[in-house]
């Protein structure tokens, strides 16, 4: 049984401070970074990107459907145009999507974690005819309409 004592300190101390660590704290507003951009063929790509949330108010109820909760992740598409980028108006298509809410309880915490979104149709420099290079910018917005950072894809070039 003597044996058994070392053992059985080092696994209540071990539990005892997983039990003590802080919840994660990160500022109120959403922030993001850039993750992985995936085209496929030319209907649709997906971004991948990381994101932290202070107060956890990141996501949307499927009850949220009026403006301004009726989106929460925005994406925008620019264009090289004589060595300047040039937003390009996507007219009806409009990149808007909504990030469910992702934390249980009424009590939101700081949340953290990863989000994949499916640009479906997606849209890229081969349907302009002025340009052979192209990115895609994104930020989302909390339910306290904090706006995130803006994060970039990489520079692509149309074979």
């Known amino acids: 049984m003597k044996k058994y004592i070392p053992s059985f300190f080092t696994i209540i101390l ?3 401070l997983i039990a003590c660590q802080p919840d994660d704290e990160f500022p ?3 922030s993001i970074t850039v ?3 995936i085209a ?5 790509a997906h971004f991948n990107f990381s994101f932290t949330d202070g107060d956890g108010d990141l996501g949307l109820s499927q009850s949220d459907t009026a403006a301004p909760f009726d989106f929460n992740t925005f994406f925008k598409y620019s264009e090289m145009h004589n060595g300047s980028w040039v937003d390009f108006d996507l007219g009806d ?3 808007y999507y909504r990030i469910p809410t992702l934390h249980d309880g009424p009590n939101p915490k700081a949340i953290s974690g990863e989000i994949r979104v499916t640009l479906i149709p997606y849209f890229n420099a081969s349907a302009s005819a002025l340009s052979d290079t ?3 910018s994104v930020f989302v917005q909390d339910k306290a309409l904090n706006q995130s950072n803006t994060i970039e894809t990489p520079t692509y070039t149309k074979p």
């Open 35 to 37: 993750g992985d951009f």
């Open 14 to 16: 071990f539990v005892t």
């Open 28 to 30: 109120l507003e959403p």
């Open 93 to 95: 298509l409009g990149y």
């Open 40 to 44: 496929f063929e030319s209907d649709s």
């Open 134 to 136: 192209f990115k895609w």
